[in-house]
């Protein structure tokens, strides 16, 4: 089955630092992928969509200068949280699709933890 | 707009038990997928089902079974005869649209299940 890779798992940083998050389809092409973010105890909130070699689409809210997402190929997508700060701090999860269309299945990454002190 | 209310924040039963842990959905859109996820401890999300608007069957697989009402925009999750391991927060959600976009989750049900 479709299978996507999240990495870190788990980073801590230091206020001001920035901070990379890879997520890689790793048997198949991700057309689109999603970027959600998790506080503790709460639900997924989905921060930004973005199809590959295009500019991300940001949520209402999400501050895409903060946030960089690029999805420079059909298999990888990276998240940069910029000049982190401890309000950062959550868990950060992808997921991606092979398509746009309605028959195509949502696969999420094991998510990232980041920490921020 | 579309909105996932999961009005049971946390449930606790005994092992054995059934229980069924409840999803309400609004969307304007005639055509949407519903989804039911399992997030263990760990954070993961593990797929359990995806329906269709236009799919009311009820679907068991194994323990698990699904309810899904247009009539009341419901899809409620049963798990008959609960073990331990199922203890987890359980997520619905929701597409609509085209299918190009992202999920919309409900805010989780914590589902505990003592020994």
């Known amino acids: 089955g479709a299978v996507v890779s999240q990495h870190p798992s788990w980073v801590i940083c230091k206020s001001g630092t920035s901070v990379k998050i890879e997520c890689r389809s790793l048997?198949?092409?991700?057309?689109?992928m999603f970027w959600y973010r998790q506080f503790p105890k709460q639900s997924l909130m989905l921060m930004a969509t973005?199809?590959?070699?295009?500019?991300?689409?940001?949520e209402q809210g999400v501050e895409k200068d903060k946030f960089l997402i690029n999805h420079a190929s059909l298999t990888l997508s990276t998240l940069t949280v910029t000049s982190a700060h401890p309000e950062d701090s959550s868990f950060y999860i992808c997921?991606?699709?092979?398509?746009?269309?309605f028959g195509y299945g949502y696969t999420f990454g094991s998510g990232t933890r980041l920490t921020v002190v | 707009a579309q909105k996932v209310t999961q009005a049971q924040t946390e449930i606790s039963v005994v092992e054995k038990e059934d229980v069924t842990l409840d999803c309400v959905y609004e969307?304007?859109?005639?055509?949407?997928?519903l989804f039911w996820y399992k997030q263990p401890p760990s954070g993961e999300l593990v797929f359990l089902i995806r329906?269709?608007?236009?799919?009311?069957q009820n679907e068991i697989s194994g323990r698990y079974s699904w309810n899904f009402q247009k009539s009341t925009s419901s899809f409620n999750f049963t798990i008959t005869a609960s073990q331990v391991v199922d203890s987890a927060v359980y997520f619905c959600?929701?597409?609509?649209?085209?299918?190009?976009?992202?999920?919309?989750f409900g805010k989780g049900t914590h589902l505990i299940i003592q020994p």
């Open positions: 969307t304007r859109d005639t055509t949407y997928y």
């Open positions: 997921s991606a699709r092979g398509g746009t269309g």
């Open positions: 959600a929701l597409v609509g649209g085209g299918g190009a976009d992202g999920l919309t």
């Open positions: 973005s199809n590959e070699g295009s500019k991300a689409t940001y």
């Open positions: 329906r269709n608007s236009f799919d009311e």
């Open positions: 048997d198949f092409q991700a057309t689109t």
